[in-house]
């Protein structure tokens, strides 16, 4: 299979090399890290999380395109969260991706909110709670049959500190969606999260994907603000089984939590991901969502950028084939900018963060919150303390 012309994923990140226990973990601060994983072997990772802060943790495996059998390329990503002495705090997350020889991203994440439990002097449980040192684990456990030894592995850390004041209540209900009736923007998506294309607000834009590709674009939401998307699969020359492919898309938080995920079966006839609704769509992005019971609201409680994925699979036969389909992705933002949580700390913005966000896992400029960090007030008070003695210097009486 000629994967030449392909927007294929380039893994990024600062190097980092998780262990196999938690002894001797390697301590990372929020940003974004590369490392390489293998089969069914647990990678740990240290973050410091303050007391009342939220910790966001996430890897991301981009499985490589290959011409074997796709309905045996199933494979699963766990991750779990231990707290002091290495105790098992049973936090588990998972995501499974089948067909991952179609050239499929899979991240797994967690939201660790266990720094904003006091701790009450019950031993078994207070290893679990308030400030300190938590333990976070990444583990490719289940592995395809023609799985690769080792697949590069995007970690992604988030620290976002406690709150004051949580802002406007929560907004359960998913924005309206009216489809655009602008003229189609030409944009070309990227192969991987950290060079996602941004999609500039509402309206349409049109891209052509390659069958084999799996591209990414990005959404900026500020507090108050939501967005609602489908993506038309316009028709193409051909039918029959080689002309055939699964077509998805997926919409992902700023923590690269998958919020929703829809798909289809495209045969060069038009389609319209979803089909079973009018558009993928989040609420109004408030602190306050993540209180909500259900998920798809709860995942949606950080401003910042929303990630789109758009995949058009290989063809079932000829998986070599070069099939290009044509998309339109129609795109409502909708709310009115509001100020948002008042945070305890006033963290340092990072990259293109919006004012006022959570420390955010650096995608390069996709960081969507500041980094919490107490360097900007250090720097402060000794500049404070060079000019009282610069001042002082100056008023000794010469001899």
């Known amino acids: 299979m000629s994967t ?3 927007r294929e994923y380039a893994s990024a990140g600062t190097p980092v090399e998780g262990t196999d226990g938690y002894q001797n973990a390697p301590a990372v601060v929020p940003g974004q890290y590369l490392d390489t994983i293998g089969h069914k072997k647990p990678r740990y990772y240290a973050v410091d999380v303050p007391e009342g802060a939220t910790a966001y943790f996430s890897g991301t495996v981009s499985f490589p395109l290959t011409e074997d059998d796709p309905e045996r390329a199933n494979n699963s990503l766990y991750l779990r969260v231990f707290g002091a002495e290495g105790t098992d705090c049973h936090a588990f997350e998972n995501e499974n991706a089948v067909r991952s020889n179609d050239g499929v991203a899979l991240t797994v994440s967690s939201t660790w909110t266990g720094a904003t439990v006091p701790k009450d002097g019950t031993a078994r449980t207070d290893k679990c709670k308030g400030g300190g040192r938590y333990y976070f684990t990444v583990e490719w456990a289940g592995v ?10 995007e970690l992604n850390v988030t620290v976002e500190p406690g709150v004051t004041d949580a802002g406007p209540a929560a907004e359960p209900a998913p924005v309206p969606f009216t489809a655009p009736t ?21 309206g349409v834009y049109g891209d052509t994907l390659q069958r084999g590709e799996f591209v990414f674009y990005k959404v900026k939401l500020d507090w108050g603000q939501g967005l609602a998307y489908r993506v038309r699969f316009l028709e193409t020359p051909g039918r029959g089984l080689d002309n055939v492919s699964v077509v998805t898309t997926t919409l992902y938080s700023p923590y690269r939590k998958e919020v929703d995920h829809d798909f289809s079966s495209y045969n060069g006839s038009p389609d319209t991901v979803p089909d079973n609704k009018d558009a993928m769509a989040t609420p109004e992005i408030r602190y306050s969502n993540r209180d ?16 789109l994925a758009v995949q058009a699979a290989p063809t079932v036969q ?17 709310g009115t900018p509001e100020p948002g949580p008042t945070y305890r700390t006033e963290p340092a913005e ?3 963060s919006p004012e006022k966000a959570p420390a955010q896992a650096a995608d390069d400029d996709n960081s969507t919150a500041p980094l919490v960090t107490g360097i900007a007030v250090i720097a402060f008070a ?5 000019g009282i003695v610069i001042l002082l210097l100056r008023k000794r009486p010469r001899r």
């Open 144 to 153: 395809a049959d023609s799985a690769p030894a080792t697949v590069p592995l």
């Open 382 to 386: 000794l500049i404070i303390a060079l």
């Open 182 to 202: 602008t003229p189609v923007q030409p944009v070309t998506g990227g192969g991987s999260f950290n060079v996602a294309t941004p999609l500039d607000g509402s």
């Open 350 to 352: 990072t990259g293109s």
């Open 318 to 334: 000829d998986r070599g084939a070069v099939r290009p389909v044509p998309i339109e992705l129609e795109l409502v933002v909708t």
């Open 4 to 6: 030449a012309a392909l």
């Open 292 to 307: 909500a019971s259900d998920k798809k609201v709860s995942e949606n409680a950080l401003a910042g950028w929303y990630y």
